[in-house]
């Protein structure tokens, strides 16, 4: 079995991919995709909790930074950490447009320690991702609320139900410097 440090920097690799996920429409989407991308880059921090499992009730704490991929195509670079308690995780997420649809990896993949991104669609203010480790499926859905807010669910597929295993509330980090005029 996972340690409670690996099993949550599995489940909040997911989280960072929030902000560096992206779903696949047709083609002429694409620059919808690359602007949703630009939109959810920049500096991310807040709370989260796992909802369901073992862990249930465990809470934590994540400061990921996402960087738009260079290029034409859409996707996002992710890196941050999450912190439960003492326990410090380093997160790191890449979401790549791959003809109509994404791929990527959370961590190390699901060769590794991590989630492989399987598949992915924007669709206004929300991408949905696609996730696998094994014989484990699952998604992951990051919202905007407003410029300021995004919310992410994890879920994992156990039968034929999707169930919420870890909900994170991020919010934009600004940059807190004023400047003013000199006369």
Known sequence: ?????????RGLAAVAL?????????????ARDKAFFERVAGQWKGPGEI??????????????????TPGDGAGLKLDGFCRVGVFKQPMSATITQKGNSYTGKFLDGADGKGLNVVSGNVAKDKVVVGI??????GAMIARLQDEGTMNITISVKVEETMVPVIGVSLNRQTDSITVGSIK
Not at 132 to 137: D, G, I
């Open 1 to 9: 079995m996972f340690s409670r440090p690996s099993l949550i920097a």
């Open 18 to 30: 929030v902000a560096t996920a992206g779903l696949a429409t047709p083609a002429s989407s694409g």
């Open 132 to 137: 696998n480790r094994k014989q484990l499926n």
């Open 51 to 68: 909802v369901a499992g073992k862990y249930k009730g465990t809470k934590f704490t994540c400061d990921l930074t996402g960087v738009p």
